[in-house]
């Protein structure tokens, strides 16, 4: 649908019915190239459809920028336009806090990256007020941690305000590792991408790639072969296997309950050698290309990868229990950082986090990508909202993986195919396509626009993290500040995907 | 408690030599058969221009290299391959230490190590994190991360330099007792062109600070990692 800017607002209004169609993406476009202005784009989830419906708002060129903002009727917009402000210089009237988002002091203000008069490579400095959040008071006092860490993790900056040990509230800047991936694509063939897109993010890696195959193989009239969906699946739910099985271990760091941590890494580290088994590489790295994948699993591998996850799944299981047993353990993790069903919606979280507040959304069961259809799981969900949830949620999530991974190993027995991938031929330009994938940490949906010469025009990268970051900071409040590392580590969410 | 016991008191010794070669798949070092036609595919191809052809043969550039197999892919003449060997550290600024000879050698050191993501795809930082599973068990070469930049005898450094941390990370290299050293850990830090110049990346770790060791790969197995780790322990013995 295409709309006015000042229509935007009350447009979403009607996409999003209510809440029924969740908020799925928000971001922006330079189309002056092609003698247009620039425009905004929101995608909502449509569960019925099996779509992402396409909300577009066109500003003709040199018109102003303003238009009233979303985030004041959905509040999941909140990041998408802040960010749309940095990035374009788009003005959303009535947004409660446009503070930067992107861009940090070093830069000027004025300057966005993503217009098409700025050089990929500008190297322009100045500098801009980045203001933290903050709550004063007699008796109150701020926190601040980061952006360097103590242990070996990525960079955020929190701002915490403290009444004695309870959390006020909390400010999360982040973007530190904002690299300019999306600028950095335009003009590239899709090939030329690839590399650069496998290396979003580490632990993502395999969802990426297979959001941005599926946009880019939707604007193509081949078909991928049958055994390459195969083993893209089977890559999928590997990739969800080492990361929920190190996850378990790792959200035991957070109360240091050392047995759990070491016998969690010691699984990660089988599971990920099984990938550099499959792929060549630790992060199943150089496996899926546009057309299908690169390499064939062959019988060899599939009898290792069956033989190493019983063996996981038996320690596993040991794991599992050795936890419940501990009643210390579960004090802890118990209505620790709750987030309500109906944040979770306004938010429209995905992934393990949504599950475990209650939502039901998993975008291998509401768009049925790929082969997700004829393959037997359970949808896990949690009512709690709590640690102990998104814990159970995980559980439950690497029981339903290993179920899906068997029954994908028979199905590549059975398969005699022997083509691995499709050539894409000419894709079609100026059209624009999006692809989704279920990463670890929730759907993954990558935007893609082809220009008349074939190369990439835009791409938006919208990770499963992006909507879950705010979610974190409401999930904190009221809660003893020790209990912050745990609160973030059941979230597992990536720094290197949102900030791109 | 008694299953926690029993998990803790039955299991085997789970930590094992450091291999720096892994699965067959694996996509280590390249090797050329001497075949080479020197079309100059293999550079063409390169998303990081890590190739150069000298003579007739490709040189390789280990500190770019991302090990995607494009080349090999691009090889019309079929002789470049990858082997499943690790590419070891180069150490830049100490007298060419054989680096394989650091494993071997005596334990008598230490190593204090403080991490600092400069804008890294995390995969880096994943598998600096396995170095310490049971597995690999980092601590028993003498070396430990710590939790704060005055603590630590090497900074290393993982992902290419972004504007948005580029000063912390010359706060943290300040906050250093001396001597000291850093390590460009990856493909990023050490190479610098993974995602091409863009308005929000500096380049590489050495453009910010100065670096005595890089670590090729993308990302460099955790025995890659223990490898250069001890390398540098031993140079930090020789500058004490």
């Known amino acids: 649908m295409l709309v006015k800017p000042e229509n935007l607002r009350g447009a979403a209004n009607i996409c999003s019915d209510g809440g029924k169609r969740p908020l799925a993406a928000m971001f922006g476009a330079d189309e002056t190239l092609r003698g247009g202005g620039l425009a905004i784009y929101c995608l909502f989830y449509n569960a019925e459809k099996r779509d992402l419906d396409v909300l577009k708002a066109e500003f003709p060129a040199d018109s102003s920028l303003n238009y009233p903002c979303l985030t004041t009727l959905l509040p999941a917009a909140a990041w998408y336009e802040r960010e749309l402000h940095d990035m374009f210089g788009f003005i959303p009237e009535g947004h409660p806090d446009l503070r930067p988002l992107v861009l940090h002091e070093s830069f000027p203000e004025g300057f966005h990256p993503l217009r098409k008069q700025i050089p990929v490579n500008c190297k322009c400095h100045g500098h801009r007020e980045y203001e933290m959040m903050t709550s004063g008071g007699e008796g109150l006092f701020e926190v601040p941690v980061g952006p360097i860490h103590a242990g070996i993790i990525e960079p955020g900056h929190f701002r915490f305000s403290q009444a004695g040990e309870a959390m006020l509230q909390l400010d999360a800047k982040l973007f530190f590792t904002h690299r300019g991936i999306e600028k950095a694509l335009e003009g590239k063939t899709v090939t030329e991408a690839l590399p650069i897109i496998e290396r979003i993010c580490g632990a993502c890696s395999v969802a990426n790639t297979l959001s941005f195959c599926q946009a880019v193989e939707k604007l193509s009239a081949s078909k991928v072969p049958y055994r390459a969906w195969l083993i893209r699946t089977l890559a999928l739910e590997m990739e969800r296997l080492y990361n929920h099985v190190g996850d378990t271990g790792n959200i035991c760091a957070g109360v240091g309950f050392s047995p759990i941590i070491s016998m969690g890494a010691r699984l990660k580290e089988y599971l990920q050698q099984l990938n550099e088994l499959v792929a060549g590489n630790r992060f199943l790295r150089g496996l899926i290309i546009p057309g299908g994948v690169s390499m064939d699993v062959e019988e060899k591998q599939l009898e290792e990868i069956s033989d190493v996850l019983k063996e996981v799944e038996k320690v596993y299981a040991d794991m599992v229990h050795i936890m419940w047993e501990q009643a210390n353990f579960i004090n802890r993790i118990r209505t620790t950082g709750i987030v309500r069903e109906n944040t979770a919606f306004d938010l429209a979280m995905v992934g393990v986090g949504a599950r475990a507040s209650g939502v039901a959304r998993d975008s291998r069961k509401d768009m049925g990508f790929g082969i997700y259809d004829e393959l037997d799981f359970e949808l896990v969900t949690e009512p709690g909202g709590d640690v102990e949830a998104r814990i159970k949620v995980r559980i439950g999530e690497v029981r339903e993986s290993l179920k899906l991974v068997r029954q994908l190993i028979s199905k590549l027995r059975r398969n005699a195919e022997t083509e691995l991938s499709v050539d894409l031929g000419e894709l079609r330009t100026l059209e624009g396509s999006w692809g989704i994938s279920e990463s670890p940490r929730g759907d993954n949906i990558h935007w893609l626009m082809l220009d008349e010469a074939g190369r990439i025009d835009r791409s938006f990268i919208r990770s499963a993290s992006y909507p879950n970051w705010p979610a974190l900071t409401v999930a904190v409040q009221g809660d003893i500040i020790p209990d912050f590392p745990l609160i973030n580590k059941s979230f597992e969410l990536c720094y290197a995907c949102i900030d791109r | 408690m008694l299953k926690m016991l029993e998990a803790i008191f039955s299991g085997k010794i789970a930590t094992e030599n450091i291999d720096v070669s892994g699965h067959k798949r694996m996509r280590g070092t390249l090797q050329c058969n001497g ?64 680096v394989s000879e650091a494993v071997t050698a005596s334990l008598g050191r230490s190593l204090h190590v403080r991490h600092l993501d400069a804008g890294s795809c995390n995969a880096c930082d994943f598998e600096m994190g396995a170095t310490s599973n049971p597995i690999y068990d980092l601590h028993r070469y003498g070396i430990a991360f710590v939790a704060s930049p005055r603590h630590a005898d090497m900074l290393m450094v993982t992902g290419v330099v972004t504007r948005n941390l580029e000063q912390a990370l010359r706060m943290t290299y300040e906050a250093m007792p001396e001597p000291r050293l850093v390590m460009a850990c990856g493909a990023c830090a050490a190479g610098g062109v993974t995602y091409g110049s863009t308005y929000a990346i500096v380049g590489k770790a050495a453009d910010v600070v100065p670096v005595d060791i890089a670590v090729p790969g993308c990302p460099p197995r955790p025995s890659a990692m223990i490898v250069a780790l001890c390398a540098a322990a031993d140079m930090l013995k020789e500058r004490m």
């Open chain 2, 35 to 98: 075949k080479c036609s020197a079309c100059g595919e293999c550079a063409a191809a390169c998303p990081v221009q890590g190739i150069k052809l000298v003579g007739d043969m490709p040189q390789i550039d280990y500190k770019k290299c991302l090990f995607c197999g494009k080349c090999v892919e691009a090889c019309a003449a079929k002789a470049l391959s990858h082997s499943n060997k690790e590419c070891l550290a180069e150490i830049l600024t100490a007298s060419q230490a054989e």
